[in-house]
C-alpha cells in the first residue's frame, strides 16, 4: 500500500498560535485526505485534495497540497481549544481500493 | 440513516477466546474496512472488501479473518486472541474508490 510520513507526532501550543503537520510521500499521490479525531472519538473526513498545487481553506484550516503532489500541509490558524486532537493525512496508490493513514500528529492546546 | 454501526464497543477476551466484531453501513456503499488503532501507530489497515464478494489483506491482517456477509454488513474475526491483540477497531466505508471515508465509532478490545 501507499506509504506517508506525517510530522511533527505531537505538538503543544498556546492557545492563539498557529500550527502545522506535514505529510510526505515517496511516489506520486492521486489525491490526499484529511481527517480530525478527537480524543475518545473516531476519525472524522476534513477534506480532499486532488490537483498539483491545491489549496483549499475552511475558516481557519488551510490545506495545501504539493506541486509534485508528494507532500501536503495542514496549518491552523489562531488555534482553539476545540481544535484539540489528532490530524491524520491519508492516501491511496493509483487504482488501488486501500486508504493509508499517516500516524497522525497529536494536537494540544493550552488555554 | 445511522451510517457506520460497529457491536461491541467494549469487549475484554482471555488469551485463546474467539470472538467477531460486528460492522454493518446503511449509506450502500461497496468498500468497507477494518482498521486497528494502537498508540503511536495511527490506524494500521487489517483488512478491507473492495466490493461485495471480495475481500484483501491490508497491513496487519495475521490473525484475523474477514467476512463480507453482504453489500451491508462486514465482519472481523479473531479465532485466538492473544494480548497483542488489545487495541482500537474501527470499521469503515465508502462509496468509490476515491471518496472520502466514514468510520463506525470503534470497539475497544482487551486481550488479558
Known amino acids: 500500500g501507499q506509504q506517508v510520513m506525517q510530522i511533527p507526532q505531537y505538538q503543544h501550543v498556546q492557545e492563539g498560535e498557529d500550527f502545522t503537520t506535514y505529510c510526505n510521500s515517496s511516489t506520486t499521490l492521486s489525491n490526499i485526505q484529511w481527517y480530525k479525531q478527537r480524543p475518545g472519538g473516531h476519525p472524522v473526513f476534513l477534506i480532499q485534495?486532488?490537483?498539483?498545487?491545491e489549496v483549499k481553506k475552511q475558516k481557519r484550516l488551510t490545506f495545501q497540497f504539493g506541486e509534485a503532489k508528494k507532500n501536503s500541509s495542514l496549518h491552523i490558524t489562531a488555534t482553539q481549544t476545540t481544535d484539540v486532537g489528532t490530524y491524520f493525512c491519508a492516501a491511496s496508490g493509483a487504482g488501488s481500493y486501500q486508504l493509508t493513514f499517516g500516524k497522525g500528529t497529536k494536537l494540544s492546546v493550552i488555554p | 440513516n445511522a451510517g457506520v454501526t460497529q457491536t461491541p464497543k467494549f469487549q475484554v477476551l482471555k488469551t485463546g477466546q474467539s470472538m467477531t466484531l460486528q460492522c454493518a453501513q446503511d449509506?450502500?456503499?461497496?468498500?468497507m474496512y477494518w482498521y486497528r488503532q494502537d498508540p503511536g501507530m495511527g490506524l494500521r489497515l487489517i483488512y478491507y472488501?473492495?466490493?461485495?464478494?471480495?475481500?484483501d489483506k491490508g497491513e496487519v491482517p495475521n490473525g484475523y479473518n474477514v467476512s463480507r456477509l453482504n453489500k451491508r454488513e462486514f465482519s472481523l474475526r479473531l479465532e485466538s486472541a492473544a494480548p497483542s491483540q488489545t487495541s482500537v477497531y474501527f470499521c469503515?466505508?465508502?462509496?468509490?474508490?476515491?471518496?472520502?471515508?466514514?468510520f463506525g465509532s470503534g470497539t475497544r478490545l482487551t486481550v488479558v
Open positions: 449509506m450502500n456503499h461497496n468498500s
Open positions: 469503515a466505508s465508502r462509496g468509490r474508490r476515491d471518496s472520502a471515508i466514514g
Open positions: 472488501s473492495a466490493s461485495e464478494g471480495t475481500t
Open positions: 485534495l486532488v490537483k498539483s498545487g
